[in-house]
């Protein structure tokens, strides 16, 4: 009876995995879709994906940390490209995204003519200040001003010949004070609601490139959103003794922008966090996870090996430094104890058009999961 007990539980428990992770890929699927357009700054994307946000917090019951709006406002600049992202190398027509990007510091412009080669991998027409790069991956990201050249980047596989003529025509639009907004939400404590824990996430991705492209970004960080909200609804369900403290940051990817941002305008008493977990690109860990500061903060570095071993979880629990690759960094040089966690192995898209749903494995997004509930249980013990 017994052992046909434990088979029932242990079946129980599998579905509740399966549930959790289908659950998760809905989510994903939501975030990576067409309507927020990459959540960055063309199409409303960064709006909708913070609206949707907000209600979810607010559908979930999380109280807002000021009032009853979830959102903190701020306004930072950025180059975008909205419109025409016509680009034609050698005579044949490229792709958006998969054939070329243009670099996001690039100014808009309309022209044709012949490329001189500055070296292996770079050509120019002086004229017109086009430059052409041949690139082994097209990794794009975001600037905050165009500069007085357009340089686009091309796939060297693209080529069989060199780069000798070219035929563009390309649209930006400077935005000066682009609106954008963290999303914030609170857990109350139980027991000590005045001490704070608190998961972080960058909500925001590259947005879209011309009218026809889009960066899904499902690992960076559909993923880590998507971890960030199930933790929500697992501490509302199961009420801890710390409050609990939720922030979805945008302008992650134009420099850590939201993050610095909350730092200096904080919602909350920074000198009461106990600890901060940044996630971000949790889709993966066929190789484990690196946990940046692990060496500024050893104790708590050590408690997290300790449970991470103890329970089988990760392959492997890596050990970084200081770091100022994600948005824990500006918590951290205001003396608030943060981690930043990443997953490591699996996909390699990353800040491209092939970073999507379809592909992400999410191999150990139950394990960090309960990593990170356990890790935070440690933490609020008397």
């Not at 559909?222 to 403290?245: D, F, M, R, W």
């Not at 500024?296 to 570095?301: A, G, I, M, Q, T």
């Not at 997290?304 to 824990?328: C, M, P």
């Not at 960090?368 to 249980?377: A, K, V």
Request: charged share 20%; with cysteine.
């Amino acid at each position: 009876m017994n052992r046909f007990i434990a088979v029932v539980l242990l079946l129980i428990c599998i579905k509740s995995f399966a549930q959790d992770v289908d659950a998760a890929r809905k989510t994903i699927d939501t975030l990576t879709s067409e309507y927020f357009w990459g959540r960055g700054y063309t199409n409303n994307g960064l709006k909708k994906a913070a609206e949707y946000l907000a209600a979810e917090f607010k559908h979930y019951g999380l109280k807002p940390l000021t009032g009853k709006n979830y959102c903190q406002e701020f306004q930072f600049p950025v180059n975008t490209f909205p419109g025409k992202m016509d680009v034609s190398v050698n005579g044949i027509e490229l792709i958006p995204g998969r054939d070329f990007i243009i670099t996001p510091d690039s100014r808009g412009t309309k022209a044709k003519g012949k490329l001189t080669e500055q070296d292996s991998t770079h050509f120019m027409n002086a004229e017109s200040r086009v430059i052409v790069s041949l690139e082994n991956k097209l990794t794009w990201s975001v600037a905050d001003k165009a500069q007085d050249y357009t340089n686009i980047q091309v796939l060297k596989s693209v080529f069989k010949e060199k780069p000798s003529s070219f035929q563009i025509n390309i649209e930006n639009k400077e935005v000066a004070a682009f609106n954008a907004g963290n999303v914030c939400g609170l857990v109350k404590g139980t027991r000590k609601p005045d001490s704070l824990i608190v998961i972080t996430a960058h909500y925001d991705h590259l947005g879209g490139m011309g009218k026809e492209t889009f960066f899904p970004g499902a690992n960076d960080n559909a993923s880590g959103i998507t971890l960030l909200l199930n933790l929500a609804k697992h501490y509302l369900e199961n009420p801890p003794p710390y409050s609990i403290v939720f922030i979805c940051f945008a302008g992650e990817e134009a420099g850590l922008i939201g993050s610095k941002y909350f730092s200096e305008h904080p919602l909350i008493n920074l000198s009461s966090i106990r600890f901060l977990i940044n996630i971000d690109l949790a889709g993966t860990g066929d190789e484990g996870i690196t946990v940046v500061n692990a060496s500024v903060f050893p104790k708590e570095f050590a408690i997290l090996k300790e449970i991470n071993t103890a329970n089988h979880y990760l392959t492997q629990v890596k050990s970084r430094g200081k770091a100022a690759n994600s948005d824990h960094y500006w918590f951290t040089e205001k003396g608030v104890p943060s981690f930043f966690i990443y997953t490591l192995g699996g996909i390699k898209a990353y800040h491209d058009v092939f970073d999507v749903a379809e592909t992400l494995p999410l191999t150990e997004y139950s394990d960090l999961f309960n990593l990170i509930t356990t890790f935070n249980s440690r933490l609020m013990k008397p």
